[in-house]
């Protein structure tokens, strides 16, 4: 070997750029190449064409298949590695691309979605304590649906703005990393709307206070990104299928009197007790129009606090039993409910191509049905009430 050979091996690429921050622990790609636009003070688009890389999207610069070969390990965009010295294995870290890719193959709103639906791609959940940091530097975590909490902080976080009523997103500038980027409506961005800019590190820190909720979150995320001892490819994908189904029903049709009062923290009860007497409500008055706000489920992933709900409501019916069992008994507990029968057709309407009544009903058996004739539907419609959009999230958030 030459000499100097082993020194080659191991020394940092040489950079073009003078200032390039390290990536801090855990941080996802946009929030790292919005600091290194902050400290050559230059807009995204400049950075982007100084790096080499195609123009910024949320989508591009979040899930980050187009930078790294994540089979080989190798970087698919060269230029950035020139520009800033950093390294294939680095880069991978930052980016949702390997998290849970090859297990997850279902969006949230659509099975033909590029991003499986356990991804934040668009928004985040996120930690206002993390956010007094000088740098502000957004986790890859927070882009997971099952993370509801800061482990280090031990607060839930937050993916609402309760000033806007908007969920957190990533901008086009840096400014997003600590101020809110709505108000946004359901096709974007409200135009001509006044720009919310609440200041993130100063939403309001919602203590964790059972800690079964830090520990399911623990193996979930674990479970995307490692296997677990003695199962295979094939049985971790039938996991997320199942897990996947008995989250949306929880969703749709679960009860409070599903949580495990021993391990829910009272403000996550209280918000899920909320967000049911809503969703039932807006089923009794609107009969099979509720279609029409209940569609909110499908369009828009749950907030951090109603995931958590869901999450402990799925531990606690699986709990010494499979998750296929845990569906039947979900099912069962549902079956002779009075107003089961409407959700539950407004349920399984709300994304055709997901089949999810005729996924359940393989697995259960059964749909739910009345023992009873139900009452008339109430005189009041929709339009009788001033909701604002979004509002079962809303409420399933404690926003409401």
């Known amino acids: 070997m030459r000499p100097g050979a082993a020194d080659a091996q191991v020394r940092a690429p040489i950079r073009r750029l003078a200032m390039v921050p390290e990536p801090l622990p855990g941080e996802v790609f946009h929030s790292w190449f919005f600091r290194l636009a902050e400290h050559h003070r230059t807009s995204a688009t400049v950075m982007a064409e100084q790096l080499g890389l195609p123009p910024f999207t949320v989508h591009r610069y979040t899930i980050g298949d187009e930078f790294v070969d994540l089979t080989t390990g190798g970087y698919a965009v060269e230029n950035l590695r020139d520009a800033t010295g950093l390294r294939a294995q680095a880069l991978a870290a930052m980016l949702l691309a390997p998290v849970g890719s090859r297990v997850v193959k279902v969006g949230w709103k659509d099975r033909t979605e590029r991003a499986p639906w356990i991804w934040r791609t668009d928004t985040a959940s996120v930690c206002p304590r993390c956010l007094v940091d000088p740098e502000a530097a957004w986790q890859v975590s927070w882009h997971l649906l099952p993370t509801v909490a800061c482990p280090k902080h031990r607060i839930y976080l937050h993916g609402w703005c309760p000033d806007c009523r908007s969920p957190i997103s990533i901008g086009t500038t840096t400014a997003y990393r600590r101020q809110c980027n709505g108000p946004f409506g359901p096709k974007g961005r409200i135009v001509g709307a006044k720009a919310c800019r609440r ?11 059972r800690d079964r909720i830090l520990q399911l979150q623990q193996e979930l995320t674990s479970r995307l990104s490692a296997q677990v001892p003695g199962e295979d490819l094939q049985d971790r994908k039938e996991f997320w299928n199942l897990y996947e189904l008995l989250f949306r029903l929880v969703i749709c049709l679960g009860t409070p009197d599903m949580l495990p009062l021993a391990t829910t923290d009272a403000e996550i009860w209280w918000a899920f007790h909320e967000f049911c007497e809503l969703r039932d409500v807006v089923a009794l008055t609107a009969g099979r129009n509720a279609k029409v706000i209940h569609d909110d489920l499908a369009s828009f992933q749950p907030g951090p606090r109603l995931s958590a709900a869901a999450m402990l409501a799925i531990d606690e019916l699986s ?8 569906i039947r008994t979900f099912m069962n507990l549902r079956r002779y409910d009075e107003w089961a029968d409407i959700l539950w057709s407004v349920f399984s309407d709300m ?9 359940i009903l393989q697995i259960a058996g059964s749909k739910p049905r009345r023992s009873y004739d139900s009452p008339p539907y109430a005189k009041e419609r929709l339009e009788d009430f001033d909701l604002p959009p979004a509002a079962l999230l809303l409420a399933g958030e404690g926003l409401l």
């Not at 590190?201 to 964790?208: D, F, G, H, K, S």
């Not at 709990?319 to 845990?326: K, N, Q, S, T, V």
């Open 319 to 326: 709990h010494g039993r499979g998750l296929a069992d845990a």
């Open 351 to 359: 994304r055709p191509t997901f089949a999810i009544g005729q996924r």
């Open 199 to 209: 200041p993130l590190a100063q939403l309001r820190e919602i203590p964790v206070r």
